[in-house]
């Protein structure tokens, strides 16, 4: 299975719409893969938290719902649109990803993930987001995909969930800040160790609203092991997975059959 991180440069003087449409044509240029992923709201910028609600777009009916649909399409390719701040029919704010699937025939040709867990302690995305509630999961031809969004990486119950609901890859968008770098390498390993899944770590590039963002994203395979990773400037890192290393994992080092609290074991 080939996948492409695509570690984009969110800078805030590009415009959104003209962001919007390079990352569309980045995406329709990815013929070939089996799934692309983008990082955590991308269009405005993770610590753009003053623009969120000029830039807020009803899903699936927004403009970049709409542009990455026909992107996704075109390249024939499952897209993880990283996400967008959506406005909700309720009138609040949400940090919400977007999944297609390239084909226009499917009956869910969108599937959607709030983002659960709200960064900022009692500020920023935390007073002015709305937290989701489901864990998501998403059938690809291959695999099945679990999906977070940054933070949610500090949130070792929300993997084992993932898990538990049969993830054997999950997909981190991050916005990421370079002042704790260290820990994004370190947690994505962990997540990814101690549930035996690939983690696919999509963060962005740059510096927004005075935040440098971490860049670094990484493929870590399920031993642990971090199998590709970016460096710090706008990058698409491109990997072949081999699904069955999660089957040989889990054969043998059987740790997940070993839980005694909770949740029950994994396929
Ligand atoms: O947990 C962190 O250090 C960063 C989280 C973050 O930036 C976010 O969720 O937007």
Redesign the pocket.
């Known amino acids: 299975m080939r996948v492409t991180l695509a570690q984009v440069d969110v800078d805030r003087h590009e415009p959104v719409a003209d962001r919007r449409r390079r990352v569309a044509d980045l995406v329709r240029g990815r013929g070939g893969d089996d799934l692309v992923v983008l990082p ?1 709201l991308w269009t405005t910028g ?2 753009a938290s003053p623009a969120w609600r000029e830039h807020a777009e009803p899903v699936p009916d927004g403009p970049t719902s709409a542009a990455l649909a026909e992107a996704a399409r075109a390249a024939g390719v499952w897209l993880h649109g990283g996400s967008v701040p959506e406005l909700g029919t309720d009138g609040a704010l949400y940090n919400t990803t977007l999944l297609f699937s390239p084909s226009a025939a499917d009956p869910a040709p969108l599937r959607t993930y709030r983002k659960i867990h709200r ?1 900022g302690f009692d500020r920023g ?1 935390a007073a002015l987001m709305s937290a989701g509630t489901e864990v998501v999961t998403v059938d690809l031809p291959r695999a099945r995909l679990g999906v977070a ?3 949610d ?2 949130f070792p119950e929300l993997f084992r969930l993932l898990t538990a609901a049969g993830a054997q890859l999950v997909a981190v968008c ?4 370079a002042s ?1 770098a260290e ?1 994004w390498r370190v947690l994505a390993r962990a997540r990814a160790i101690e549930n035996q899944v690939y983690v696919l770590a999509c963060g962005s590039a740059g510096s927004h609203y005075g935040v440098r963002q971490t860049g670094h994203s990484m493929v870590v395979d399920p031993w642990g092991e971090v199998v590709a990773e970016a460096g710090e400037g706008e990058e698409l890192l491109t990997v072949e997975i081999d699904l069955e290393r999660v089957a040989e994992v889990r054969r043998t080092f059987p740790v997940l059959r070993d839980r005694v609290l909770g949740l029950p074991t994994p396929e």
Do not use: D, M, N, Q
Not at 174 to 177: I, S
């Open positions: 955590e993770a610590f960064f995305e969004t940054c933070y990486l500090r991050a916005g990421w800040p704790r820990h």
